[in-house]
């Protein structure tokens, strides 16, 4: 059985999925307006992968036959300026997320509620890999500098992202 405050945490979990599914979609606007179409894909495919996080706490909640406490959803802070600044965000947003769960990681282990602790692994496994891509990005823009030619290359790039469903595994 669930315990009642990793109830808590993995409802409060939901909230921040689908807040960050608004914050890239907020960047994806804002790169959109600046003519970015790449980038602007790149941030709405992820907002897409964010609400598959959001749901897939959702069906676990339900699975676990348990109640849903979905919470009210933040406005993003929409003071971007420009490329580089939003993917430091981005990664400032990842850490952040990461770290909400790492904590609830290590809130299932103290409650020994084995299922929730192997259900958030995958969560762990996920925000490495969306602290790498977000790096890899920073790291391009750092090299190539966001002078319009290089902007240019990378908009490029990031326009063949594609959303794919997320699928719990
Ligand atoms: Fe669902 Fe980007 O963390």
């Known amino acids: ?23 890239y979609l907020a960047m994806s606007a804002f790169f959109d307006n600046m ?11 992820q907002a897409r992968e964010e ?11 339900v699975d676990q036959n348990t109640n849903i406490e979905l ?19 981005i990664l400032e947003h990842e850490k952040y997320v990461t770290s909400s769960i790492d904590a609830i990681a290590h809130l299932s282990l103290e409650e020994c509620d ?18 790498k891509n977000t790096g890899d990005i920073i790291t391009k823009l750092k090299l190539f500098g966001d002078e319009q030619a290089s902007l240019y290359l990378i908009n490029k790039e990031l326009a063949k992202r594609e959303y794919k469903k997320h699928e719990y595994s």
Do not use: C, R
């Not at 609400?51 to 909640?61: E, R």
């Open 35 to 45: 003519g970015l179409y790449g980038f602007a894909n790149w941030t709405k495919v």
């Open 114 to 131: 084995l299922a929730s602790l192997n259900f958030i692994n995958w969560y762990l496994k996920e925000q490495i890999e969306e602290e």
């Open 51 to 61: 609400v598959d996080h959001g749901m897939i706490i959702f069906d676990y909640l």
């Open 71 to 89: 919470k009210q959803i933040d406005v993003p802070d929409t003071d971007f300026k420009s490329p580089m600044q939003v993917f430091e965000k």
């Open 1 to 23: 059985m669930i315990s009642e405050n990793v109830k808590k945490i993995l409802n409060e979990q939901i909230n921040k999925e689908f807040y960050s599914a608004y914050l």
